[in-house]
């Protein structure tokens, strides 16, 4: 049911990260949860790794850098975040909301370099360890999240046919995925999205390696398509969830 996501990645200061999360995690996401159709919230912090030269990231200086966390909202439909939740397009927070109180405006506006894109799925595989995530619950303890665009027709034909007949077979069958999710914009700078998701960070770390063996001749194909693309500034991104809890 969970078909279209909306996700804003940004940065919060060091100085202000223990209160904003404290907020965030202790009433914000609560509130949000309340909104009709929102089905589930979910928030993580990127753990930043050395991302492999083939990744372009995109110089274009109008395209926010924010990197440190990305909350994300599941709904049925693209159509739920139209109006609702425009605090999130707005960097100040100065938006009219009657269901946003005075401290929820001030903890908004901690955020800094804030993307906000609104997808909708176009293709989802379950991997073998997707029993511990319930139909329609938050994603996985460990994501991969990729946002990018395709640098002309040729890349986006690539891509398709890269994920339809290899990379989305490979992590269904990958030890310790538990789903992937392909996505495509409906409002945003990035055209394309994917989430992974995994048991957790290390088991994450190590599934991505064996797949690099148990698939040795899609490595070339692999090498040929990712250069087409044009990635957002640190992605892919790698998160540990945060809220809900993991227990």
């Known amino acids: 049911?969970?078909?279209?996501?909306?996700?804003?990645?940004?940065?919060?200061?060091?100085?202000?990260?223990?209160?904003?999360?404290?907020?965030?995690?202790?009433?914000?996401?609560?509130?949000?949860?309340?909104?009709?159709?929102?089905?589930?919230?979910?928030?993580?912090?990127v753990r930043k790794y050395e991302i492999p030269s083939r990744v372009r990231p995109t110089r274009d200086p109008a395209v926010p850098r924010g990197n440190d966390f990305?909350?994300?909202?599941?709904?049925?439909?693209?159509?739920?975040?139209?109006?609702?939740?425009?605090?999130?397009?707005?960097?100040?927070a100065n938006c009219v909301d009657p269901d946003l109180t005075a401290e929820d405006r001030r903890m908004l506006a901690l955020r800094k370099e804030v993307r906000t894109s609104i997808m909708t799925e176009e293709a989802r595989v379950s991997g073998p360890s997707i029993a511990m995530r319930p139909d329609g619950g938050a994603p996985a303890p460990c994501i991969q999240l990729g946002s990018f665009c395709g640098n002309d027709m040729?890349?986006?034909?690539?891509?398709?046919?890269?994920?339809?007949r290899w990379r989305m077979p490979a992590l269904s069958k990958l030890p310790g995925c538990v789903a992937l999710r392909k996505m495509v914009s409906v409002a945003g700078w990035a055209h394309h999205g994917v989430?992974?998701?995994?048991?957790?960070?290390?088991?994450?770390?190590?599934?991505?390696?064996?797949?690099?063996?148990?698939?040795?001749?899609?490595?070339?194909?692999?090498?040929?398509?990712?250069?087409?693309?044009t990635h957002a500034h640190g992605s892919p991104h790698i998160g540990v969830r945060l809220w809900p809890a993991v227990v």
């Open 1 to 45: 049911m969970d078909r279209s996501l909306l996700i804003s990645w940004y940065d919060v200061d060091a100085n202000h990260r223990d209160e904003y999360l404290q907020w965030l995690h202790g009433s914000f996401l609560q509130k949000l949860m309340k909104r009709d159709s929102v089905l589930w919230a979910a928030h993580y912090e």
């Open 70 to 92: 990305v909350l994300m909202l599941g709904a049925e439909s693209s159509h739920v975040f139209a109006k609702p939740l425009d605090f999130f397009l707005n960097k100040d």
């Open 154 to 164: 040729a890349a986006e034909e690539e891509l398709l046919g890269w994920y339809a």
């Open 195 to 229: 989430m992974y998701e995994f048991e957790s960070f290390d088991v994450r770390a190590a599934a991505m390696k064996e797949m690099a063996g148990l698939y040795p001749e899609m490595i070339e194909w692999t090498e040929r398509c990712v250069p087409l693309l």
